[in-house]
């Protein structure tokens, strides 16, 4: 009897120290519409302290040249992970090439940036780390400086079973932070659970959003869905969008070397649209008045305009609310106030 | 001597001033080019001339030069195709119905041949486990379509998918060309996707 509780009592003592001493897998909650094409690198799986390191990383002004940017200066969770501004402003004082990109649901995304030229999350970790316009530090020196700290060389021993800080493992723990950001309890996700009961006008928003021009059937549509469709919101696709007839900024081109693919972008996803003002790749809409109004009477032809964009409908007045309407709907107020994506260290 | 490859960086100075030039596009002066060249010397007099050439010359490589299909995935050749190793291969014609609801003639190479060439599972080898093979279709946005080897095959199937570069009779305009996938009988044509620049063969996992 006493042997056996002794063994009982072993038992519980190694299960408490295993606890204590591993680092489990991070819990990722998969929303099932969003289906599971996505890439996690096998050698950087989600784990709880990797996670939790990332998301100290990504709030830390540390990581700039004079500790004034982070990450989360042009990411900010109350705007989806947006800064507000039509360009950003990091260590140099002077404006970033390209509008500052919501940071919603990159677990689906396949090519980073407006221009697609990070193919993962750990490669584009260290980008805005070593841009003199952004953060302005080479990430081997934002390593010495956390190694040089009390707090660091011990969450990295957690998260990666060693204290030696490196690049590699800050990028590492800043993309695991990143996965985790999932948006996808919006007023539209609760009415698609049949929740939360869409206003007349959102109702006819969502028509206009969803549907092509059908003149046969004399059905008006804006066809958003056909770029910006999909759970998500977006697809993983480069477009030029009519911005103008003479575009100045060469966008993917640069990546691919293709003259096809001049002027070409990211389709951006549309999930907390709303949030993320000002709009496009050089933020020149304030509003989304501006971007509906663009789609709608403004589409400039150009030789590599999206053959999507042709012969798009022009919109009425009220079409144009109600499209707006609909855009407010995939707005997500648990995302944006998720203790869990929030700044560790304004914990009380 | 000719042999060496040119770099973009040696040809600086005949973009004309507003054309973008990406420094991963290699540009190659092919060996037709450079057998003009022969018993030239290159001395003072004939810099002038030879400049007008290269400029000719540059034009065409870099057109030709450029790879403009890849096909890769599991096959046992890999594929860089330019322009010109997709003329070479056999083409055919096939009528099909366009989104316009009009039948019109499109000429290409049938996808059988790009897949032969690269050395998949096909034909005779298309049975067992190659049957959960397929072939993912990727454009210049980044737009997919998926088929199933067995859709492509004509062992299998009765239809020619095609990667077309012409309509009747023209090339195909930009934004829709130079390739895209024509799948004849094909009510609707979401998987005829354009600016094909790539083809990956996959195992389903």
């Known amino acids: 009897m006493i042997r056996s509780l002794l063994l009982l009592l072993s038992l519980v003592l190694v299960g408490i120290a295993f606890a204590f001493t591993t680092n489990p897998p991070y819990p990722l909650q998969i929303p099932n519409s969003f289906g599971h094409r996505y890439t996690i690198p096998l050698d950087n799986l989600l784990t709880v302290e990797g996670v939790a390191l990332g998301r100290y990383l990504f709030y830390d002004s540390l990581l700039s040249k004079n500790n004034t940017i982070s990450c989360s200066s042009c ?19 002077r404006p ?69 800080i490196t690049p590699e493992l800050m990028a590492k723990a800043l993309a695991q932070f990143e996965r985790t950001l999932i948006s996808a309890n919006s007023s539209y996700d ?3 659970q049949g929740k939360y009961p869409l206003t007349p006008a959102e109702k006819r928003g969502m028509e206009l959003f969803m549907r092509g021009t059908s003149r046969d059937q004399n059905i008006r549509g804006a066809n958003c869905a056909h770029c910006h469709g999909g759970a998500q919101f977006f697809q993983n696709r480069f477009h030029n969008n009519g911005l103008d007839a003479s575009p100045l900024d060469p966008g993917r081109q640069e990546v691919t070397g293709f003259e096809d693919d001049f002027a070409r972008f990211r389709v951006p996803t549309l999930r907390n649209i709303a949030l993320t003002a000002p709009y496009m790749h050089d933020g020149r809409f304030k509003t989304l008045e501006e971007v509906v109004d663009h789609y709608s009477d403004h589409i400039a032809q150009s030789r590599t305009l999206s053959a999507d964009l042709q012969g798009m409908i022009s919109l009425t007045s009220s079409e144009k609310k109600d499209l707006i309407a609909f855009l407010h709907t995939l707005t997500d107020q648990e995302f944006i106030r998720n203790p869990a994506f929030s700044n560790p260290f304004l914990r009380p | 001597m000719y042999s060496t490859p040119i770099s973009a960086h040696d040809f600086q100075w005949l973009i004309p001033h507003l054309m973008i030039v990406s420094p991963n596009r290699s540009i190659r002066v092919t060996s037709i080019g450079l057998s003009t060249f022969t018993g030239f010397h290159f001395q003072t007099e004939n810099r002038k ?16 030069a450029q790879t403009v299909l890849k096909i890769s995935g599991e096959v046992t050749q890999p594929l860089n195709l330019q322009a010109n190793d997709l003329k070479a291969l056999p083409h055919v014609e096939v009528k099909a119905k366009d989104r316009d609801g009009k039948e019109h003639r499109y000429s290409g190479v049938p996808v059988i041949e790009l897949l032969k060439k690269a050395g998949v599972t096909v034909g005779a080898q298309l049975r067992g486990e190659n049957l959960v093979k397929y072939a993912l279709v990727r454009a210049a946005d980044g737009y997919e379509v998926l088929f199933a080897l067995p859709e492509l095959d004509p062992e299998f199937s009765t239809r020619t998918i095609i990667l077309a570069e012409s309509v009747d009779g023209t090339s195909l305009p930009s934004g829709t060309g130079p390739y895209r996938i024509v799948v004849p009988e094909e009510k609707k044509p979401a998987r005829w996707i354009r600016e094909v620049r790539e083809i990956e063969i996959r195992f389903v996992k």
Do not use: C
């Open chain 1, 96 to 164: 970033t090439f390209r509008n500052s990109m919501s940071l919603a649901n990159l677990l689906w995304v396949r090519d980073f940036f407006w221009d697609g030229h990070s193919k993962t999350l750990e490669a584009q970790a260290l980008i805005p780390m070593d841009h003199p316009d952004e953060m302005g530090l080479a990430p081997e020196k934002s390593a010495q400086k956390l190694q040089q700290t009390k707090f660091y060389p011990e969450r990295f021993q957690k998260a990666f079973g060693t204290d030696q």
């Open chain 1, 190 to 192: 609760q009415y698609l």
């Open chain 1, 75 to 93: 990411h900010q969770q109350s705007l989806a992970f947006t800064d507000g501004f039509t360009l950003s402003i990091g260590v140099s004082g």
């Open chain 2, 49 to 64: 001339l030879m400049k007008y050439l290269l400029l000719s010359f540059f034009f065409i490589s870099s057109v030709s």
